[in-house]
């Protein structure tokens, strides 16, 4: 210290010692609390011992600050501090510190080393401070991520978490505007926003790679920008609303779960600002924690919606037990009216008594059979409904003008509708009327099934009568005729039998592809149909076999019995356009012995019909000759008389595909009128009478004689009736 003080002129040596170990003792001593206040000892400690002004100088964001000491009052640049370290003059540099003297001054070297431990032991202060800014920070960041986990995770609905989540990363993150977007598809749309100005930012959409959310979305990384406006790294989508609403700045994390992106956090300010790490990392654990409560709450919903599931589905269940207990006692009390023969009207008195409902029961034609109101003095049934009903609920308009609603449900038996039931509801639940209306219809069902089979059962029995009286022998016919007696069937009065064929049905079958059971359908139907003519109408017994018909009338003359068989084929044909009926009735006979003549009579008009009418009804007293002639059709001097005057017309039209007979029809057909003939064939008048020769040729008539005229038109109509003609076949008898 001695050469030291020799150095300096004008500075006393006490005064340089006394410095100098004021400056060791500074700095083996306990260093002040803090950074500055240690640089002010520092600084007085480090004057005293130069002689001279010291000042304390610490690096921060580039440049050197004087934090004690007046010697400078400026900050220096980098390159200022380090041009006076080259020279060596009036500064001593440690770490982040520095202390600077008048250059002019001469300091010793080993007070100069001496100062630079000083810059050392200040730098280490001035860190410790940082590290105890750093612990400080962190701690407080920790405190403030802990209330936010606390009330996040203490959040259970999803809105309600998503609204916390941006709450409290606006304030964290000291920013305007905050928002979460979470994954929906191949986009992230906003969920909740917190300081937005404009609807439209609350309702952002986002695909990869627009904005700064979906540059998350795109790369799965955090992502910032310091200017919006100006940046290039991010799409211009969203430029516009970011002018609308003033931000400056952006920075958004991903939100992930078990390792999948499930949305993104993003914030914005409006002045200009830098987000630095810390920002980055407080951003990040907040995104963290607010995956783990969007998880926690979707959980939540998830089970709140299972447990309200649950609920509604042990309630139901409880309902359904209700409901079932009660149609199960239902469903007992209408079986026993079904048992105990009651009928439809006891079936709709039970059902309204027992619900207090209205009920109403519709016949096959839709007109109201019976009804009941319940505890209702009257009912409002319309009295005709549609005829096809379909189950379900459907507007009914009631006669005193009020439209409700009604549960229907139509009435099989025997694979047919044949009606259906309206229930009008009181205060029963629509689930117990969907079972009621359907136990209803099963019960309405059921009867008219045990109806159906007492009425089967005669019908059965009066239609082996009708077989009897027509095919059995006189003790059968008597004992027919004793029986019908007993079920109140009158055979008096003038009898006659019609026979009908139904000629196409399985042809509609096989076009329209009906089943077994559909063409039988079709030909109960033609039946039920005659059968519904019987009320006045004179038909006393009707069966059908196969596709043949017959039926039994009384007092029924030629017109009035020709006029039954049109009605009943024109309703056949109401329903089924494309069937065809043809029809044949006999003769009135007096006493019922007589009725298998009768029928004998009724086959022959019926194959007259065939032959002869096609699709009609002939009836055998107006057949004349054809008569004789359909009953005699067997013997064989009558086919020989056929065969001696077509045969070799027949067998030259065979060997030369020939038409002399079709030609031989044509020209008795037009009054042997050779032109009008040769007209109605299409060919010249010359080849008509060609093919006039080669049949007088043939045969040896003389067409220009009467006699051999008549025996050739007699001979062809002879071949007609007898289905020989043009290769008519008669049709086939079931009987």
Not at 32 to 58: H, K, N, R, W, Y
Not at 414 to 425: E, N, R, S, T
Not at 443 to 458: D, F, K, P, V, Y
């Amino acid at each position: 210290m001695t050469a030291a003080a020799g150095d300096m002129p004008g500075l006393p040596h006490s005064v340089g010692l006394t410095g100098r170990r004021a400056l060791e003792a500074l700095l083996t001593g306990t260093p002040a609390t803090s950074g500055p206040a240690a640089a002010v000892q520092l600084s007085i400690a480090a004057s005293d011992a130069v002689g001279s002004t010291v000042s304390v100088m610490v690096r921060g964001d580039g440049e050197w600050t004087v934090v004690a000491g007046d010697l400078l009052t400026a900050p220096l640049k980098p390159d200022e501090l380090d041009l006076r370290r080259r020279r060596g003059t009036g500064i001593a540099v440690a770490g982040r510190v520095a202390l600077l003297w008048e250059p002019s001054w001469p300091v010793a070297s080993t007070l100069q080393r001496l100062l630079g431990i000083a810059c050392a032991w200040l730098s280490m202060a001035f860190e410790r401070d940082d590290a105890f800014e750093r612990a400080k920070e962190a701690s407080d960041e920790s405190d403030v991520l802990r209330e936010v986990a606390g009330q996040l995770l203490t959040v259970r609905d999803l809105d309600q978490v998503l609204l916390s989540i941006v709450v409290r990363t606006l304030s964290l993150l000291d920013a305007d505007i905050c928002g979460v977007l979470l994954l929906e598809g191949d986009e992230v749309r906003m969920r909740s926003c917190s300081g937005n100005r404009f609807v439209e930012t609350s309702r952002l959409r986002m695909r990869r790679g627009q904005g700064v959310a979906g540059l998350v979305f795109q790369t799965g990384r955090p992502a910032k920008v310091d200017d919006y406006l100006a940046d290039t790294t991010i799409s211009d989508d969203f430029m516009t609303l970011a002018k609308k609403e003033g931000t400056r700045s952006a920075l958004a994390v991903p939100l992930r779960l078990q390792g999948e992106l499930i949305g993104v956090l993003e914030v914005w300010r409006r002045r200009p600002s830098l987000f630095v790490d810390r920002d980055v990392r407080r951003m990040v654990a907040l995104a963290e924690l607010a995956t783990i409560a969007i998880d926690n709450a979707r959980l939540n919903d998830q089970q709140t919606c299972a447990l309200a599931q649950l609920k509604e589905a042990r309630n139901a269940l409880e309902h359904q037990v209700t409901v079932l207990a009660r149609s199960s006692g239902l469903q007992q009390e209408l079986l026993n009216a079904v048992l105990e023969g009651g009928g439809l009207p006891v079936i709709a008195r039970t059902v309204a008594s027992e619900l207090d409902c209205q009920v109403g029961v519709y016949g096959p034609e839709g007109a109201l059979i019976t009804a009941h109101g319940g505890t209702r003095a009257m009912t409002s049934f319309p009295a005709c409904v549609p005829a096809r009903t379909k189950p379900g609920r459907r507007k009914l308009h009631l006669t005193d003008g009020e439209s409700v609603t009604a549960w229907t449900q139509p009435i099989y038996a025997d694979g047919d509708q044949v009606g259906a039931v309206y229930l009008i509801p009181g205060e029963q639940s629509e689930e117990m009327m969907d079972v009621v209306s359907g136990q209803v219809a099963m019960a309405c069902s059921l009867s008219l099934l045990r109806e159906r089979a007492a009425s089967r059962a005669r019908i059965e029995e009066l239609e082996q009568v009708l077989w009897d009286l027509l095919q059995g022998s006189v003790e059968h016919r008597i004992a027919a005729r004793t029986r019908a007696n007993q079920m109140n069937v009158s055979l008096r009065g003038a009898l006659r039998v019609v026979y009908g064929r139904i000629e196409n049905v399985e042809e509609l079958a096989a076009r329209h592809g009906w089943d077994t059971s559909r063409t039988d359908r079709v030909r109960r139907d033609v039946l039920r149909t005659l059968r519904g003519l019987e009320e006045g109408q004179g038909v006393v017994l009707a069966a059908i076999r196969g596709d043949a018909i017959a039926a039994i009338v009384a007092d029924l003359d030629r017109t009035a019995v020709r006029d039954l068989v049109s009605r009943l084929t024109a309703s056949v044909r109401r329903q089924w356009p494309d069937l065809r009926l043809t029809w044949g009735v006999s003769r009135a006979h007096d006493d019922v012995v007589e009725l298998p003549s009768a029928f004998n009579q009724a086959k022959i008009a019926l194959s007259a019909a065939h032959r002869l009418g096609g699709e009609n009804v002939f009836l055998y007293e107006e057949l004349g000759i054809v008569r004789l002639l359909l009953g005699s059709g067997s013997d064989p001097d009558l086919q020989t008389f056929i065969k001696e005057v077509t045969g070799p017309l027949i067998a030259y039209d065979k060997e030369n595909n020939g038409a002399l007979i079709r030609t031989l029809r044509a020209f008795f057909d037009a009054d042997c009128l050779q032109r009008v003939a040769a007209e109605r064939l299409f060919v010249h008048y010359k080849t008509l009478r060609y093919r006039l020769d080669q049949i007088e040729r043939l045969t040896g008539l003389d067409l220009d004689r009467h006699d051999d005229r008549m025996r050739a038109d007699f001979a062809l109509r002879l071949l007609q009736v007898n289905g020989q003609l043009d290769g008519a076949e008669p049709a086939s008898d079931p009987f």
